[in-house]
């Protein structure tokens, strides 16, 4: 692997793909043919851990959390979190209730109490409040694993109750998703924490004091996770750059007749914590969706699916087990051409959109207007927001009116699937990020926006995607998709 120069593109190595379904004249991404362009992956430099934020961001935090929370007329905001939906608690004080579940109280003029069970009450030293005395803590044992000593635990009306719950309280809880009218008519009411910790705020209050403030976190156009600091970009573009790097080890070690297990030890997991699973998929993906290894065989001429995720990034390809499209079953030779071709074009075109002010349903349109449902069957969002989970949420959807801003952390989520050519994949983070914002990065995080300019760079010089200034690629290899697994130093690029 070098290092990124316009010398990264090899001579002769440039095919162009004549087919007049690569949907051409609908943005400057669709006006120029996709190619394949024979590069060597780049390398944008060490990467390292970087300087975790502070106990005045992790402040300010909870303090815009009370400003929302009284907003809304509320007197008290409940924040639940178990082992896999962590990350409202995680922003708010830096606890992930990693084997058990979590409980934060806030309310006006107290200190936030967090309540913890058995096995992270040794894990409060890892929140810069509780270290800085700005987070107070019990434990409440039933949030323990079944069957651990429960004999040392308050009722939880007793500390519900102390810190004011009763009476006229008016009461948010925060679980890790919201639902519409259209889902339940009684969406407002629908909250998803144990029935036990619902029930017992509304027999101290009543049931219609108890709402779902989920939105207060996730809502895709004014949830504050949506709008990132540059210490969530600094640790994003870490797990970005960890997870496009281990991507680039995995497409490398494919071989046919590899177990995907192989496969998988080449991501080079080196501990941090995990988004969700590792998948390695091969043979048929549309009847094992997206399942981790399990001990299968790759064999040239098959598709294959496999992506790496940690917190905060999630990279993902797509592509066939083959050296060329002579390696490709019957009635699929024209993979290139008819499926991942377009699909590349439409995603350039997606990158371009990304920009401050652009409402969500022009991104919508861009890829429904280009991959047709009936050829690329595309049914989820065309991307969406991400942050310390996988998916946030998405501003990205039919009509959307939410425009993109400052602070987004993107994920070009976009999941084309087809019984003739499987799938072709580009799933990579980014942040929109304005001036003011990228000063910050800069300042903050030099190395950081150093990296993601270069990145920008070898999208825009090598791979011809017209990237936005508003724009920082986290991922080492945003932008690049090889269609053959076998070869993957030949990608997609814009011709031009």
Same mark, same amino acid.
């Given at each position: ?91 708010? =004080? ?79 809880? =925060? %679980? ?12 407002? =009411? ?24 989920? %939105? ?39 071989? #046919? ?19 969700? $699973? ?30 790496? =995720? ?73 991307? $969406? ?48 990020? #304005? ?7 800069? $300042? ?25 200034? #508003? ?26």
């Amino acid at each position: 692997m070098t290092s990124f120069s316009r010398r990264t593109v090899l001579k002769g190595s440039v095919a162009p793909l004549l087919s007049a379904a690569l949907g051409r004249g609908q943005g400057s991404g669709a006006a120029r043919r996709p190619i394949l362009k024979r590069v060597n992956w780049p390398s944008f430099g060490p990467v390292r851990h970087p300087t975790p934020a502070s106990q005045e961001e992790f402040q300010s935090r909870v303090d815009r959390a009370r400003q929302e929370m009284l907003r809304r007329g509320l007197t008290h905001l409940a924040v639940y979190g178990d082992r896999e939906h962590f990350a409202n608690l995680m922003y708010l =004080c830096n606890i992930d209730p990693r084997f058990e579940e979590g409980l934060l109280i806030l309310s006006e003029g107290r200190t936030p109490l967090l309540l913890v069970g058995n096995e992270c009450w040794g894990y409060l030293g890892n929140s810069p409040l509780w270290r800085g005395k700005a987070l107070r803590a019990e434990r409440f044992q039933p949030l323990s694993l079944p069957n651990e000593p429960r004999n040392q635990s308050r009722l939880l009306r007793e500390i519900l109750s102390e810190e004011g719950i009763a009476g006229k309280a008016v009461v948010g809880c =925060c %679980g890790w998703k919201y639902y519409s009218d259209h889902e339940d008519p009684e969406g407002r =009411c629908a909250i998803d924490a144990p029935a036990y910790i619902v029930d017992t705020l509304r027999l101290l209050t009543a049931h219609d004091r108890v709402s779902n403030a989920t %939105g207060i976190f996730n809502d895709p156009d004014t949830g504050l996770r949506t709008f990132c600091s540059p210490s969530e970009i600094a640790y994003f573009e870490f797990t970005n750059t960890l997870a496009s790097d281990g991507m680039t080890g995995m497409l490398h070690a494919i071989r #046919d007749g590899a177990l995907d297990y192989d496969v998988a030890r080449a991501a080079g997991y080196n501990g941090e914590p995990l988004g969700c $699973h590792m998948t390695v998929n091969t043979g048929d993906p549309l009847s094992f969706g997206l399942s981790s290894p399990m001990g299968s065989t790759v064999r040239r001429g098959d598709p294959l699916s496999l992506n790496i =995720c940690y917190r905060g990034s999630n990279v993902c390809r797509s592509g066939w087990v083959a050296k060329s499209a002579q390696d490709l079953p019957a009635g699929a030779g024209d993979y290139v051409e008819a499926f991942a071709g377009p699909y590349f074009a439409a995603m350039c075109e997606w990158v371009r959109l990304l920009q401050v002010g652009q409402p969500g349903a022009a991104l919508n349109d861009a890829i429904q207007s280009r991959l047709p449902f009936d050829r690329f069957g595309i049914s989820l969002n065309p991307g $969406h927001l991400t942050h310390l989970e996988e998916w946030l949420s998405s501003p990205i959807f039919p009509g959307s009116r939410i425009r993109l801003h400052s602070g987004m952390a993107m994920q070009s989520d976009v999941i084309p699937s087809s019984p003739k050519y499987a799938s072709s994949r580009v799933e990579d983070g980014y942040v929109i990020a #304005d001036t003011a914002l990228q000063a910050s990065i800069k $300042h903050d995080y030099p190395e950081c926006h150093a990296r993601c300019l270069k990145r920008r760079e070898f999208m825009r010089s090598v791979l011809g995607i017209d990237v936005p200034d #508003d724009v920082l690629p986290l991922a080492n290899m945003a932008g690049c998709i090889p269609p053959f697994f076998l070869d993957p130093n030949l990608v997609f690029a814009l011709e031009g």
